[in-house]
């Protein structure tokens, strides 16, 4: 059965209420901040837990049981026929039909959300294939194919922060696939395909200067993604350079 996925339509939920729908031991594991290990999948009904895919992490944040007990879920990853897989402690004791209020590391979620939107507004002022990304709280980073082409790190700085203090709306919609067929422009990325064999592609767009498919999660608008940085742009081989973002320092130190 597959897991209804709350949070691509609610993105910005915090908690929910799920049922537990299975249990199994994981070939897998996840190692959280204190050092403890997650080795057992929890399967539930629907889940606010974004699985890791396309550059971005899987969230992290806890489960909390009918009698009181806050488990920790250190990973989310996707697992078959469309299940999602929260990675809990083997000693979680959760049973098939139970209720869990399950809460999302919120700070963290954010941090992927308003990163993996100024991700897309770099490959808008990039205009060159991407061939790998990942999606941090603190920093992103794009490959991109650019063969002799050249980029200022300041000057694209300037221009990702006039993007985003335009305030662009962020929406999603979805397309069938022969829709998106025949259109091969709209997939920037070289090395991975958008998911198929649903039917329908989710797209993720930006005003009127960005429409591209994409799974992730994402902020209501540009501005709310606040002021970034290029901090490098480096060399990965012939043709491939390395752009990342991090958030912008003030004169205090912060963000």
Not at 65 to 81: C, F, H, M, S
Not at 139 to 168: C, T, V
Request: with cysteine; glycine share 12%.
């Amino acid at each position: 059965m597959s897991t209804v996925l709350t949070f691509r339509e609610m993105p910005y939920a915090r908690e929910s209420l799920a049922t537990v729908l299975s249990t199994t031991e994981s070939t897998r594991g996840a190692i959280g901040d204190d050092g403890v290990v997650a080795n057992h999948v929890v399967i539930t009904d629907a889940t606010l837990f974004y699985p890791h895919g396309g550059g971005q992490p899987g969230d992290q944040g806890v489960f909390i049981t009918a009698d009181g007990r806050t488990l920790k879920v250190l990973d989310t990853r996707k697992g078959d026929n469309g299940e999602v897989h929260h990675l809990l402690d083997p000693t979680h004791g959760l049973e098939p039909g139970q209720s869990v209020t399950q809460q999302i590391d919120w700070q963290r979620r954010h941090a992927h959300m308003r990163m993996h939107t100024a991700l897309h507004l770099l490959s808008v002022i990039v205009p060159h294939g991407v061939t790998g990304g990942s999606i941090g709280a603190d920093r992103g980073r794009l490959d991109f194919d650019l063969g002799e082409a050249s980029f200022d790190k300041d000057e694209l700085s300037e221009r990702l922060n006039r993007l985003i203090a335009d305030d662009y709306p962020v929406t999603s919609e979805w397309i069938s696939e022969a829709e998106l067929d025949a259109r091969p422009e709209l997939v920037k990325t070289m090395s991975v395909a958008p998911p198929r064999g649903a039917g329908e592609i989710r797209m993720v767009r930006i005003g009127d200067i960005d429409y591209q498919p994409c799974g992730g999660t994402h902020v209501a608008s540009t501005a709310e993604i606040g002021a970034v940085q290029v901090a490098s742009i480096k060399n990965r081989g012939a043709r491939n350079r390395r752009f990342t973002l991090t958030w912008a320092e003030t004169p205090g130190g912060g963000q």
